[in-house]
């Protein structure tokens, strides 16, 4: 999206979530690969489970205040998706993309994992091996509910 983006005149950027330092290196080097899209602006709430209506309220004015046509949350999920939904009617953007890690990826923070668990669709083994004790509940046990409540919709059953 970003290449196409900046190939067809640019557009303007919000990076939510992550560390201040992660996002300082985001901008640099969004900024470096993509010379056509703006920065509008960063925002690195506080590390927490859930947010406080006033920290919310601080990430909402915060990307409004910027006039970003983009907004790109990295956060935990289900924290980003769920913030995104209660939110999204209050956040002036054209879109709104809910990326994880992708920030700490993209700035080689965290290493992907080997291209051949990314191919197989398995990129999610390593980093459980890596940290279990913060992924084993969202890999083990969200997922699969998930796709369980995924299948009983495809199959009209709710």
């Not at 899209?37 to 590390?47: L, Q, V």
């Not at 409004?64 to 939110?87: C, D, F, S």
């Amino acid at each position: 999206m970003s290449r196409l983006l900046n190939e067809n005149g640019g557009t303007r950027y919000f990076f939510l979530g992550s560390s201040e330092g992660t996002l300082e290196r985001l901008t640099a080097k969004v900024t470096t690969d993509y010379p056509n899209i703006e920065i509008a602006g960063t925002y690195s709430p506080p590390f927490k489970s859930e947010f406080s209506v006033n920290d919310s309220r601080k990430m909402i004015d915060a990307v409004n205040r910027a006039q970003a046509n983009v907004l790109w949350v990295g956060m935990t999920a289900p924290k980003q998706e769920n913030w995104i939904y209660r939110h999204k009617d209050q956040l002036y953007v054209n879109f709104i993309g809910a990326i994880g890690a992708v920030f700490d990826f993209y700035t080689g923070n965290i290493k992907r994992s080997h291209p051949l668990f990314l191919r197989h669709g398995l990129e999610w083994l390593p980093r459980l091996l890596q940290e279990p004790r913060r992924l084993y509940d969202r890999t083990l046990i969200s997922a699969p509910k998930f796709m369980f409540m995924v299948l009983k919709q495809r199959l009209g059953l709710i």
